[in-house]
């Protein structure tokens, strides 16, 4: 019964018609036990076959139905199966790879109850799989998914649905969760809270429920306007209150009303309706089958389905409320509660679900138990050979804490930790290997100083380093590795790969936290016999300012033969150390890696491939495009779980806004990480002070954070060039004078145009000579790299042949300047610029054509799309490509199309993209 909800009502209603208007859209229902959370969902369910009461049916409905339950989220794809089983039949039509995760997850393996055979992909890749097949499925009829107990969702089900509820767009689907307050993380999803009932609609439900009047103060006392406890303590009325004066919330009131109902049964029937709490999917054939054990049978339900607590449906067994469940479950003594769980997981077995079975010998568990934690060890191993590393993690973990002996203990915390980073939950990996270096610590047998126990020691210090670095202790991170490298090193028999390993991870972390000693402390050992010990000698060599030697070390790994037949660490590796190397050399070796994550469908991947490619784009002028790449690695970050990127993508793309002078832009981007991740920071401040003409604050907050981190980054080498004009307008050049030697050292060594004729200008204004500015301008003619930098260059000359009286030759510069900075939309820069026209003699500056003005009107995701379709790319491609469905790619088109002027894909060719 639902009574008011008129907010909640509409929510839904309106979430409904926008769906079969083509615009699909989320919502999670979210608060306390009973508050009425299934009751609206059911509403909406009703909405689809009725409309409205006294109104007609509607548009047919595809209804798609799921719910968590607390015992079954080990069981990896539990949820989604049960969700996605009627529309399973469109497989078919997606894209093979993510055909094959549907069939790795919801097999025969996950109908069983666990996960499919093994296979490559990424957790997210299933996500996206499940947006495709909900959209197939609405090509037939709008689509209404309803997740009931939302907190209980096994992780990959959970993860997989939010990655698709939160790139709905245009498919005709609408998804509503409804999950206990703060107990399901479902950030950028619209939520609703409703409130508990009070006044008129309070007494509208207990006038629907016939409580006399004189009862009805002592009701709303106990229910405290919750809607189901209302309803529970209706039936009450005239007798002792189910738990006289006890201080408890109203949901613990019906959860003890429910106790007391489900007491109250005869024997045998609250013996088999106690055996169904204890498994979750309640099939009738396994409920059977363990029934003997507690001398109960089939018609032992009878009286409970007489009484409301259970129905039988569908060869299941179905509790009215959630809450009836664990009422009866917690009713059971604990003996009695391993007693079923034992007969469950025989009957399991004997039927051919061995999953279930493992998962009910872990219930049955009291202690350690080897068995059990044998059982689960192999299952989790089986998800995480399906990729489904979340769901292994704890079920790892769970292992852990049922084995006997500290060697498997250890083992199995160490698998799970494992399995907790290749899931991108570094956090839970570090507190499982917390936990396994408590075992090595307090394990006295004579094997605890063996060799395997220092390794496994080092092992879980690599993984606790991931988090480490993620929760921005490069530094902790970094002598957290190099002090168990060293002994690891000194014992007998040492996997030297491994040791070489944690040192290379130690170097990238101190370099960047700029951490030079521990930099040194690490490379100095590896004897450079590989390219990727080469690499590190090499950022230690850069970060000692010897460019010439450093950079042909870290080069020496991009050139396609120091990788050859490398695996994903060492790849990923390459690209990190890879920032003061060539841009056009990083931008190749990028793009090749976000392909191959794109093909392969490895999603996690994705965000920091995404943010090294922005700030490709942002070097090449591309800011548009830089920033519709930045959103898509937020959204896949914050889908990801990783906070710390998007906060760098953040202060990346201050830098567009420092150059664009938007103060209050640029201050908001880079307010929670100026601290933290203080040299991108730092530099989009002080790009923004210097095109502000605050040249002190520049030069002031540059050289402080240059001598705080040794200056050896790439944002502090590529900002040398802004210190030296803050420096050279303060009438002080020379206080920049160490930024420029740098500087011009690794131009030297880079061999780029563009750093050369930077390094050029520095010289220029710190002597004051114009034959360096000549060899500038030439030298950025002659390459496209870094337009700013060449606008910047051309502006400084400019203003030099002005004040040499030169104005032609001035006006000619200035107005090279004037028109990338228009085109950048670098307002302060192009002010500027205009100022010294107008000085120089040119009083009819015209403007210069912007960057496409039809493209400043496309969103991000519309100018991605746009792009791709220009370039011939179908919009299953596209809907492959950028993780979205074929349906909200012709969306973005057809909403782009006017906003460029045209009327086809055809005509899209023709235009400047």
């Not at 409904?16 to 369910?45: F, M, P, T």
């Not at 607390?70 to 989604?80: D, K, P, Q, R």
């Not at 055979?117 to 996500?127: A, I, Q, S, W």
């Not at 370039?871 to 906003?899: C, M, N, Q, W």
Request: hydrophobic share 45%; aromatic share 4%; glycine share 10%.
């Amino acid at each position: 019964m639902l009574v008011g909800r008129d907010t909640e009502r509409k929510a839904l209603r309106r979430l409904l018609d926008e769906a079969v208007a083509g615009r699909s859209g989320a919502l999670v229902l979210c608060g306390e036990a009973g508050i009425g959370k299934s009751a609206l969902l059911s509403y909406a369910a009703g909405l689809t076959e009725r409309g409205e009461p006294g109104e007609p049916a509607g548009v047919p409905w595809t209804v798609l139905r799921a719910t968590g339950y607390e015992e079954e989220a080990g069981l990896a794809f539990a949820s989604l199966h049960q969700l996605l089983r009627p529309v399973l039949d469109r497989a078919a039509a997606l894209p093979p790879p993510q055909a094959e995760a549907l069939h790795r997850a919801l097999g025969s393996g996950a109908a069983a109850g666990g996960p499919g055979g093994p296979g490559g992909g990424d957790r997210f890749l299933l996500g996206l799989a499940v947006l495709s097949l909900l959209a197939e499925a609405a090509e037939a009829a709008p689509v209404l998914c309803l997740v009931d107990d939302a907190q209980w969702l096994d992780v990959p089900s959970a993860e997989a649905l939010l990655f698709a509820a939160r790139r709905l767009a245009a498919e005709r689907v609408a998804v509503v969760f409804a999950a206990r307050e703060g107990e399901f993380g479902a950030a950028g999803i619209e939520s609703l809270r409703p409130a508990r009932l009070a006044g008129g609609e309070a007494r509208a439900l207990l006038d629907a429920l016939g409580v006399p009047a004189p009862a009805r103060e002592r009701v709303l006392a106990e229910s405290d306007g919750n809607p189901l406890a209302m309803t529970e303590f209706a039936d009450a009325v005239g007798q002792a209150p189910a738990v006289p004066g006890a201080p408890l919330s109203a949901p613990e009131r019906v959860l003890a009303a429910y106790r007391a109902k489900v007491m109250a049964l005869p024997e045998r029937s609250r013996l088999i309706v106690q055996l169904a709490a204890a498994e979750t999917q309640c099939p009738l054939p396994v409920l059977l089958a363990a029934a003997p054990a507690l001398d109960v049978g089939l018609a032992d339900l009878a009286e409970a389905e007489a009484r409301g607590l259970v129905a039988v449906s569908g060869g299941k067994v179905g509790f009215r409320h959630p809450l009836i469940r664990t009422a009866a479950y917690l009713s059971a003594p604990t003996a009695r509660r391993v007693l079923m769980h034992q007969a469950l997981a025989d009957a399991a077995e004997a039927k051919g679900g061995a999953d279930c079975a493992v998962m009910h010998r872990a219930a049955a568990a009291t202690g350690p138990n080897e068995r059990a934690a044998a059982g689960l060890e192999a299952y989790a191993a089986r998800a995480a050979a399906s990729r489904v590393a979340a769901s292994a993690a704890g079920v790892y973990a769970q292992a852990a804490r049922l084995s006997p002996a500290p060697a498997d203990r250890l083992r199995r915390l160490t698998a799970g930790a494992w399995a907790a980073v290749t899931a991108g939950q570094a956090e839970l990996g570090a507190r499982l290997a917390e936990e396994g270096e408590g075992v090595v610590g307090g394990d006295r047998s004579p094997s605890s100083s063996s060799r395997g126990y220092l390794m496994q020691a080092g092992e879980l210090a690599y993984i606790r380093s991931f988090w480490l670095f993620e929760d921005d202790r490069p530094t902790q991170a970094a002598r957290l590795l190099i002090e168990h490298a060293a002994r690891t090193d000194a014992a007998s028999g040492a996997d030297p790969e491994r040791v070489r390993m944690m040192r290379r991870t130690a170097a990238t972390y101190a370099w960047s936290a700029g951490d030079l000693a521990a930099l040194r402390e690490a490379a100095a050992p590896l004897d450079g016999r590989t390219a990727m010990d080469r690499s590190v000698r090499g950022l230690a060599a850069l970060a000692e300012g010897d460019f010439a030697r450093g950079l042909p070390l870290v080069a020496e790994l991009l050139d396609g033969e120091g990788l050859r037949g490398a695996g994903t660490h060492q790849r990923m590796h390459a690209l990190s150390v890879a920032s003061l190397l060539p841009d056009d050399t990083v931008l190749a070796y990028v793009e090749e890696l976000i392909g191959e994550a794109r093909e392969q469908g490895w999603i996690g991947r994705l965000p920091y491939l995404l943010h090294v490619l922005a700030r490709q784009q942002i070097h090449a002028g591309l800011h548009r495009q830089a920033r519709a790449t930045a959103a898509e690695a937020a959204t896949i970050a914050r889908d990801t779980g990783l906070a710390v990127r998007i906060r760098r993508l953040d202060n990346l793309l201050a830098r567009i806004s420092a150059v664009e002078g938007e103060e209050e832009r640029v201050r908001e981007l880079v307010s929670t990480s100026l601290a933290a991740d203080g040299n991108y920071a730092v530099t989009a401040l002080s790009l923004l002070d210097l095109g502000l003409g605050r040249y002190e604050a520049a030069a002031r907050r540059l050289a402080k954070a240059r001598g705080a981190a040794g200056g050896h980054s790439a944002a502090m080498v590529f900002a040398a060039a802004d210190e030296v004009e803050a420096a050279f307008r303060l009438g002080d050049p020379g206080r920049a004078e160490p930024a420029a030697r740098r500087f011009a050292a690794w131009a030297a060594a880079s061999g780029q145009p563009w750093a050369r004729a930077v390094a050029l200008r520095n010289e220029a204004l710190l002597t004051g000579g114009s034959e360096p500015f000549e060899e500038a301008v030439r030298l950025h003619a002659a390459g496209d790299g870094r337009p700013f930098e060449r606008a910047r260059t051309s502006l400084l000359y400019g203003e030099q042949l002005r004040r040499a009286r030169h104005k032609a030759r001035a006006r000619e510069q200035l107005r090279a300047a004037l028109g990338v900075f228009e085109r950048l939309d670098a307002r302060p820069w192009a002010e500027r610029a205009r100022a010294e026209l107008h000085a120089a003699g040119d009083v009819t500056v015209p403007a210069a054509p912007g960057e496409g003005s039809a493209l400043l009107a496309l969103t991000p995701q519309e100018l991605q799309v746009v792009r791709l379709a220009a370039a011939g790319s179908s919009s299953r491609d596209i809907a492959t490509r950028l993780f979205l469905s074929p349906r909200t790619v012709e969306y973005h088109l057809y909403k782009a199309y006017p906003k460029l002027g045209v009327g086809s894909r055809r005509e899209l060719a023709g235009l400047e993209l």
